[in-house]
């Protein structure tokens, strides 16, 4: 149950076996009929919100739990949809694990920049600069806001931001 209380939503079994090959499958069938997982024909389960937060208030194995997470945002990163790119994000950030947490979301910043979703870009690239991360990736983040700004049409903010993030990379 440890285990499987890391995921935060909908999950293919696949990702649970990536965590902990086989056993898992078992142990949910079990938490299924007590109605606190549930699976379904398509190779996916979900671990009920409730069973999940009384889990993770235990606050056992939670050096585990980070390494659980990071197994799964791995598993994620791996897979082919903007969504689970989004999930991988996600299990980064419950991992503590701040560059691939960046990584991901400038691979998702940029999607989301290409079709016009700038507002979403810019609060990945605020959510980067609110991590612990190198001086590297800050000015990755300050240039990807200056290009956002840019695009805006903010020239004197999006100028600021260049600089900004010049000066961080010297």
Same mark, same amino acid.
């Given at each position: 149950l440890q285990m499987a209380s890391v995921f935060v939503t909908r999950t293919p079994l696949a990702a649970l076996e990536n965590l902990n090959p086989p056993t898992g499958t078992a142990a949910l069938a079990v938490l299924s009929d007590w109605s606190l997982c549930f699976l379904d024909d398509t190779e996916h389960f979900e671990i009920h919100r409730l069973t999940r937060e009384w889990v993770t208030q235990q606050k056992t194995f939670p050096d585990q739990r980070k390494a659980w +997470?990071?197994? *799964? +945002? %791995?598993?994620? #990163?791996?897979?082919?949809?903007? %969504? %689970?790119? #989004?999930? *991988?994000k996600e299990y980064y950030e419950i991992a503590e694990a701040w560059e691939q947490f960046a990584t991901v979301s400038f691979r998702l910043e940029g999607h989301y920049r290409l079709i016009g979703f700038y507002p979403r870009a810019l609060e990945l690239n605020q959510a980067v600069l609110s991590k612990p991360i190198s001086e590297k990736t800050k000015a990755i983040a300050y240039n990807s806001i200056g290009l956002i700004l840019q695009l805006y049409g903010q020239l004197d903010n999006a100028l600021a931001f260049y600089e900004q993030s010049l000066k961080t990379m010297q």
């Open positions: +997470a990071l197994k *799964a +945002a %791995d598993y994620f #990163e791996g897979q082919p949809t903007w %969504d %689970d790119n #989004e999930l *991988a």
